[in-house]
């Protein structure tokens, strides 16, 4: 079946290290995306890739970096620099062309100790 | 710029009560609406969308109409089951944008027996 995996579901993570989050599709999109979700509000977009080796900030990109070196890959990276990182991060997949819906994945719900 | 605009929630009906959840949009081009729906600690699903004016989006018994004359794209739904418990958010995307997707807020529902 087609779709998106996210890995871990649940991750934990001490004060001042980096944590990484997966983001696997195999639908054959061309453009993924990362959303931070907070309790009781909407998504924020983080990054977002639209073609392999090239990615762009969204709205909120300050203390996370992400890499685009496979066409169905799109890791993040929380860096140490987020201030408030604990959140439910999500993952998107879609086509680049035509109306063209985005596809989630299940989330990861980072938790900061 | 381009935004979307929910009806606050949380939203609480009976079951097989009537639902509307009303969504309003501003867009500098011509967008495609959607509807997404958000189970508890999951990702979002597409429930239904519509790509030009006057067009219909329906799936599961819910419907939402493209009015541009009104920018809106309420949600509704006839006779509404627990099951329908979840967060549903209003989106577009703006080709005039490179296709970046807006996200309103979300409206909680919670249907009870």
């Known amino acids: 079946d087609g779709g998106i995996t996210q890995s871990p579901k649940y991750l934990f993570r001490k004060e001042g290290q980096n944590v990484t989050l997966s983001c696997e599709q195999n639908l054959n999109h061309d453009a993924m995306y990362w959303y931070r979700q907070d309790p009781g509000q909407g998504l924020r977009l983080i990054y977002y890739s639209q073609i392999v080796n090239d990615f762009q900030k969204g709205d909120i990109a300050e203390g996370y970096s992400v890499s685009r070196e496979k066409k169905e890959s799109f890791p993040l990276t929380v860096t140490s620099a987020q201030k408030n990182p604990t959140a439910f991060y999500l993952c998107?997949?879609?086509?680049?062309?035509?109306?063209?819906?985005?596809?989630f994945g299940p989330g990861t719900r980072l938790t900061v100790l | 710029g381009n935004s979307v605009t929910q009806m606050e929630g949380p939203v609480t009906l009976s079951e097989e009560a009537f639902l509307t959840i009303n969504c309003t949009y501003t867009a500098t081009g011509y967008p495609s609406l959607f509807w997404y729906v958000q189970y508890p600690g999951e990702g979002l699903q597409l429930l239904l969308k519509?790509?030009?004016?006057?067009d219909k989006g329906s799936n599961k018994g819910f419907e939402a109409t493209y009015r541009k004359e009104t920018t809106s794209f309420h949600l509704e739904k006839g006779s509404v089951q627990v099951s329908d418990s979840a967060v549903y958010f209003c989106a577009l995307s703006d080709r005039a944008t490179g296709n970046q997707f807006y996200f309103g807020t979300g409206t909680s529902l919670t249907v009870i027996p």
């Open positions: 998107a997949s879609s086509t680049a062309r035509g109306h063209n819906e985005q596809f």
């Open positions: 519509a790509t030009k004016a006057d």
